[in-house]
């Protein structure tokens, strides 16, 4: 009896450290692989930003030139 309460008292601690080490890992490839998505995300974004103001400049560049002539 008591070497089945010994290999309960030093097994099972290292068993549950081995489990949370494990399923640390997981959570750890799992917020990597979120993280690489909004980057890519923000990367998009930010694409979309400099084209909005590119065209945006177009614009202001032609109703300039609209207000020159009809002044």
Request: aromatic share 4%; hydrophobic share 40%; no cysteine.
């Amino acid at each position: 009896m008591n070497n089945v309460l010994l290999f309960i008292a030093a097994g099972l601690p290292t068993v549950m450290v081995l489990v949370g080490i494990l399923l640390n890992q997981r959570s750890a490839d799992r917020l990597e692989h979120r993280s690489d998505r909004i980057e890519t995300r923000l990367e998009r974004i930010e694409s979309d930003l400099r084209e909005f103001y590119r065209t945006l400049g177009q614009h202001d560049a032609k109703i300039e030139n609209l207000e020159k002539r009809n002044a």
